[in-house]
């Protein structure tokens, strides 16, 4: 279950000091991999940084890294124990992201840790990951509607909500591409909050960072993964006086061209879980906006003219699947609809009935072959193989999808 305040947060920390500086992330997309890239670039510069993300992908202990390696399971599983110990001795009752925000920031504490690179959960204002007090840096990714039963229903509600992440003295980077209107309600939350707040724009590369403009020169890349990247630089160059004065962004941009983000646009081989030799597109675009990227890439580096892209999809319920699907879905394409199992730590997370998905992919006028395979996964997998028969294969819709995919993949190899 959800539950969204920092009561319980704080009386799960009241006695735990948090002694690392913080940069927070909140957004709808992008969070994730401005995290990711921050901590590299940190760990990069020899800073001692952990990082906080959600959800895991394989084990519920891969969302957190203490210089870009996941954290023991071990120290994880010890440090949990103890977290869960002293909620029922307290009786707090504190939900799964809690005890999860709560075991991450003692490992840090635990690991000595100098900078935590910490994403929000869901939305800000009442995340409990807003329970930080030592921030850096504040970035706002980009903001499109995700969460609405929890964050509101309007572009400028949601924004309204991820900027309860700002702090006074702290400065704020701003995505520049996100809807205008988001942009206005963030900016004013700034202003009232009298900060600095840097709107940052992928096409206009801040001319201080040379090293940006010529990583993008180097890398084919779409526009959401340079906003990212221009977040993250923006970032580090606001955060580095107050941890490294002699340390150049520009010397650290470079190392980014090795960052890869798992989940996320990922070529993975499907061996030995199924018969193909050509790379499979894994990506976990789980809401409209995301998935307008997906499409985006997937039209052009994967479609070829008189060829189709084989999918197989799942979506958590209560998505808006059509939204989600229809837009990048084309007709004489062929469809596999699955499920993903149980998620470990979110018990309240469910898949969408495989026979609603493939009801509604059949809506897509002149879609090829659409073919529902409940739980099995695997069987999904296979069957889509063979349906493309070396063409493009894309496999989407969830992260938690992916999480299935690459476990299996694991577990096959092992």
Known sequence: MIELGLSRISSLLQQTP????????????????ISAYLSHLLA????????????????RWDCITIDERVVQESLFKQIEARVKLRDQTLGIGASEFELLTATAFEIFNHEQVEVGVVEVGMGGRLDATNILNNVLVSVISKIGLDHQAFLG?????????????????????????????????????????????????????????????????QLDLQTHQKANISCAAAALQAALPQLRPNLDTNNLIPHLSSVEWPGRLQRIALAPLATRNEPVLLDGAHNAQSAEVLGEYVDRKL??????????????????????????????????TTSFGPVDGMPWVKAANPEELSSCVLDIQGIGEVQSFGKDTRGAIEWACSKANGSPLVIAGSLYLVSDVLRLLRETRS
Not at 18 to 30: D, Q, R, V, Y
Not at 44 to 59: E, V
Not at 177 to 199: C, F, G, M, W
């Open 44 to 59: 990069s510069g020899g800073i001692r940084c952990g990082r906080f993300t959600s959800p895991h992908l394989i084990d």
């Open 303 to 336: 479609r070829t003219p008189g060829k189709k892209v084989t999918w197989v999809i799942a979506a958590s319920h209560g998505k808006d699947i059509r939204s989600l699907f229809h837009p990048i879905i084309k007709p004489s394409d062929d469809v596999a």
């Open 153 to 217: 229903n309007t572009i400028e509600q949601i924004a309204r909500e991820k900027a309860g992440i700002l702090k006074t003295g702290v400065t704020c980077v701003i995505d520049g591409t996100n809807y205008p209107s988001a942009i206005e309600v963030v900016q004013d939350h700034a202003r009232e909050l009298d900060l600095k707040a840097h709107l940052v724009y992928p096409d206009t590369p801040d001319r201080q960072l040379p090293s940006l403009v010529s990583l993008f020169e």
């Open 18 to 33: 948090l002694p690392w500086k913080a940069i927070h992330i909140a957004g709808t997309n992008g969070k994730g991999s």
